[in-house]
């Protein structure tokens, strides 16, 4: 079973680059959310889809750009990449209808910006 | 506004003993879902325990369970029989339902937990 799958894993940029993440899930989840997580922090909401067609803010929009491409992607993009951006990416899947299901989460794609 | 506070940076326990990790949490939508993660040190998330708003009992899996006081908002993750495996970051987070805008999901801050031999 494959889950949630981010790619790439690891990525260096240097400042004002862009790049997609990307995020693809085969559990046939309505939700969709993009974290970043600081070393030794929590996990902020960037942006999350509570279904296909529909993008929402979270916590921590700025500098970001998200895309539903259908029901399995979510894409998260970094028009000018800054070095406040250096963190580790989350994307996250969970079913939708009610607020009772868990998240369901890749492995992580940690961007340094140099 | 949606909330999730930890108040506990870190905590140390005791082979073999129980851990109390704290969790308060804060909303105005009526259906909401408490959830624990566990994030060891290669970084995944692992989920652990759901709580749902509306769960009369507290809920338990296995050596993990959720003291859920619903008038206190609070979701204290109770750990048994601590094991060295256990080490670990520990997250509270909370899913709205939606009224609120659609199920988002936000996270605490975290606690680490150094389980000592």
């Known amino acids: 079973n494959a889950g949630v799958t981010q790619t790439p894993k690891f990525q260096v940029l240097k400042t004002g680059q862009s790049m997609t993440l990307q995020c693809a899930q085969d559990m046939n989840h309505n939700s969709m959310y993009w974290y970043r997580q600081d070393p030794g922090m929590g996990l902020r909401l960037i942006y999350y889809s509570a279904s296909e067609g529909t993008t929402d803010k979270g916590e921590v929009p700025n500098g970001y750009n998200v895309s539903r491409l259908n029901k399995r992607e979510f894409s998260l993009r970094l028009e000018s990449a800054a070095p406040s951006q250096t963190s580790v990416y989350f994307c996250?899947?969970?079913?939708?209808?009610?607020?009772?299901?868990?998240?369901?989460f890749g492995q992580g794609t940690r961007l340094t910006v140099v | 506004a949606q909330k999730i506070t930890q108040t506990q940076p870190g905590m140390f326990v005791q082979e073999k003993e129980a851990v109390t990790l704290d969790c308060t949490y804060d909303?105005?939508?009526?259906?909401?879902?408490l959830f624990w993660y566990k994030q060891p040190s290669s970084g995944e998330m692992i989920f652990l325990i759901y709580q749902g708003s509306y769960d009369q009992q507290n809920a338990t899996e296995g050596r993990y369970s959720l003291n859920f006081q619903k008038a206190r908002k609070s979701a204290n993750l109770v750990i048994s029989a601590s094991q060295l495996g256990d080490s670990a970051m520990y997250f509270c987070?909370?899913?709205?339902?939606?009224?609120?805008?659609?199920?988002?999901?936000?996270f605490g801050a975290g606690t680490r937990l150094f389980v000592k031999a």
């Open positions: 909303t105005s939508d009526p259906s909401y879902g």
């Open positions: 996250a899947s969970s079913r939708g209808g009610t607020a009772h299901y868990e998240a369901f």
């Open positions: 987070a909370m899913r709205e339902g939606v009224d609120t805008g659609g199920f988002k999901t936000i």
